[in-house]
């Protein structure tokens, strides 16, 4: 079965320190969702992108977080400089539009110390 | 625009015995609502979709959905629990409130305990 890649799964680092996040999103699914997941918030969009396109980033904390599609095999998200309330598990999705699933990568767990 | 509301964040039922997790909507337009399910240190996985093609709907593990627009429910049902049941289960619906948006709204959230 064809699956989301996310890397890596476990990231630890220094407050203040840059965070990269890739996702490698099902080939030939044209839409690519970035979603954070904590106990308090429950599970948040933070942007989602159409033909690599950003539609919405609404979601996503502008100073310091940012999300690309360099290409159409390739997500990334980063957070510059990162903080602990980032401390979460990042999730990619992609999808084949509207009113279809999304599929579930299994997640980056980030822990900001 | 769309809601979800799941209404128990913690279930616990015996192994073998029904299990039922409730999902309710609101939405203007027609929904699309899906299932998915949260294991452990995993993604989210499909277990079904409504798409108004039937009311009851049946996907994969054993489990169905019955859309019922007058209760604008879409409740989930095994008539068996399985150890291997127990996760986190997510009710979602497609938000049509701005056309071409692709976006889910997701509910909170069930945790599923299997008693032994």
């Known amino acids: 079965d064809a699956r989301v890649t996310q890397t890596p799964r476990h990231k630890v680092t220094e407050m203040g320190q840059e965070v990269t996040m890739r996702c490698q999103p099902i080939?030939?699914?044209?839409?690519v969702f970035w979603y954070r997941q904590t106990m308090m918030q429950g599970l948040e969009l933070l942007a989602y992108f159409r033909n690599r396109a950003p539609l919405d980033d609404s979601g996503m904390p502008k100073d310091r977080f940012s999300a690309e599609m360099p290409d159409a095999t390739l997500a990334t998200l980063k957070i510059q400089p990162s903080e602990p309330r980032d401390s979460a598990v990042y999730f990619c999705?992609?999808?084949?539009?509207?009113?279809?699933?999304?599929?579930f990568g299994d997640g980056t767990r980030l822990s900001i110390l | 625009a769309q809601s979800v509301t799941q209404l128990g964040s913690h279930v616990s039922v015996s192994e073998g015995a029904l299990v039922l997790l409730r999902c309710n909507y609101s939405?203007?337009?027609?929904?699309?609502l899906f299932w998915y399910v949260q294991y452990p240190n995993q993604g989210l996985q499909l277990l079904l979709k409504?798409?108004?093609?039937?009311?009851l709907v049946k996907g994969i593990n054993g489990f169905e959905a019955e859309f019922k627009k007058s209760e604008t429910s879409f409740h989930l049902t095994k008539p068996s629990a399985h150890m291997s049941d127990a996760a986190e289960y997510f009710c979602?619906?497609?938000?049509?409130?701005?056309?071409?948006?692709?976006?889910?709204?997701f509910g909170t959230g069930t945790r599923l305990t299997i008693i032994p």
């Open positions: 939405s203007s337009v027609p929904p699309y």
């Open positions: 999705a992609s999808g084949l539009g509207l009113n279809q699933p999304q599929h």
């Open positions: 080939l030939g699914h044209n839409t």
């Open positions: 979602a619906v497609s938000d049509l409130s701005n056309f071409g948006n692709e976006k889910l709204t």
């Open positions: 409504y798409t108004s093609a039937a009311t």
